[in-house]
């Protein structure tokens, strides 16, 4: 009989817990729909594909995939540190950036510890608390922004981090320079801040803070989030980062699992590191498809939020999504609702290539006039 003799067998973390709900996979959206072309503008990922000396490394260490992968990551992590102009002692990794999330979160909370973060924000924050029966503290955004005064206002002694995203995942807003470090001044020193900027290459704002060079070499007790799953076309192979405090990178170490970042991940991520023309190219392409989505998205009359800052755009629709997203899906799009991230009535659109974003915005208005007939 399902379940039978499980009383007691499972944690009583996991009873509130919901997990993340990735979205539907394309084939499987086809498959059910009858389509011959599906767009997924749904994860956030890069819409180009990896760099072309990252297809390169990953044909040069195929023959040898019989053997497990270097478990320290040491070329990478060498690499990272050389990148950034920082001590080697100071580069974690994980399985993208969501990978050094939950390893900080298991090496620094116990149940009844608490983490305080804005909402809606990234769900994996709270999931990897709930997780280990530590307490999410939500702080509702104002303006589709981290309440910054009240995250600091919602800081006890019973917290141990304060998860930031910066830029904002669903909302793709971002906290002004002077409010982010007026923040950072009234964090304890009994608290790690978590600044995940999983996002940092789209982002063109001269005020943005680069938290590496700014915060992390100036020593403040921070650890900074990157990834090699957006801009670099690798979130098929699960690679992030981040770069912090010595001891917390110690800490990180030993949670982590071992031979978890595969050879190609490593292998690619290396490869893509200092290609800096491409970098640029996809960032002025995101910049202008992302204009176009907001564009489309104001002009079927919805509510955005922005400036969007990263490569998609969050919207309010309605008191709930589902509709429009199943009419859009109905269309072979693919957006995200975001009933799991907090926010029930609203949608997030990655930025795709030029052509699936007018795929898009053709859909959208096709979608809403359909509504209105």
Same mark, same amino acid.
């Given at each position: 009989m399902s379940g039978e003799g499980t009383h007691g067998l499972f944690r009583p973390a996991l009873d509130e817990l919901r997990p993340y709900e990735p979205g539907k996979p394309v084939e499987e959206v086809q498959r059910e729909l009858g389509l011959e072309r599906v767009v997924k503008l749904a994860s956030n990922e890069g819409p180009f594909g990896p760099f072309p000396a990252a297809l390169e490394a990953a044909a040069a260490v195929a023959p040898e995939l019989n053997r497990y992968p270097d478990g320290g990551a040491f070329r990478l992590r060498a690499a990272l540190a050389d990148h950034h102009g920082v001590p080697f002692e100071q580069v974690a990794l994980g399985a993208g950036a969501d990978g050094v999330i939950d390893t900080i979160t298991q090496a620094t909370l116990d149940p009844g510890d608490e983490l305080v973060t804005g909402w809606p924000s990234f769900p994996s924050y709270v999931i990897y608390a709930r997780k280990l029966g530590a307490v999410p503290v939500l702080v509702p955004l104002r303006d589709h922004r981290y309440d910054l005064e009240a995250l600091a206002d919602a800081v006890t002694e019973r917290t141990k981090l304060v998860c930031v995203a910066h830029p904002n995942n669903p909302t793709g807003t971002s906290n002004a320079r002077a409010e982010l470090l007026a923040f950072l001044a009234r964090i @304890? @020193?009994?608290?790690?801040? *978590?600044?995940?900027?999983?996002?940092?290459?789209? *982002? =063109?704002?001269?005020?943005?803070? #680069?938290?590496v060079e700014e915060l992390v070499k100036h020593g403040r007790r921070v650890l900074v989030l990157r990834t090699f799953s957006k801009i670099y076309g690798l979130a098929g192979l699960r690679i992030g980062y981040g770069i912090g405090p010595e001891d917390v990178v110690a800490a990180i170490a030993k949670v982590r699992r071992p031979f978890d970042l595969s050879t190609p991940a490593q292998a690619m991520a290396l490869a893509s590191l200092d290609d800096r023309h491409e970098v640029d190219l996809r960032r002025r392409l995101n910049e202008e498809g992302r204009g176009a989505v907001d564009a489309a998205l104001r002009e079927a009359g919805y509510a955005v939020a922005g400036p969007a800052v990263a490569n998609f755009v969050y919207a309010?629709?309605?008191?709930?999504?589902? @509709?429009?997203?199943?009419?859009?899906l109905r269309l072979g799009v693919i957006v995200r609702p975001l009933h799991g991230f907090g926010s029930p009535g609203a949608i997030r659109v990655s930025v795709g290539t030029p052509?699936? =974003?007018?795929?898009?915005? #053709?859909?959208?208005?096709?979608?809403?006039?359909a509504s209105a007939s």
């Open positions: @304890p @020193p009994h608290v790690l801040v *978590v600044l995940d900027q999983a996002y940092f290459e789209y *982002v =063109t704002d001269p005020e943005y803070v #680069d938290g309010e629709v309605g008191d709930d999504a589902g @509709p429009l997203f199943d009419a859009l052509e699936e =974003t007018q795929i898009f915005a #053709d859909a959208l208005a096709q979608a809403r006039a």
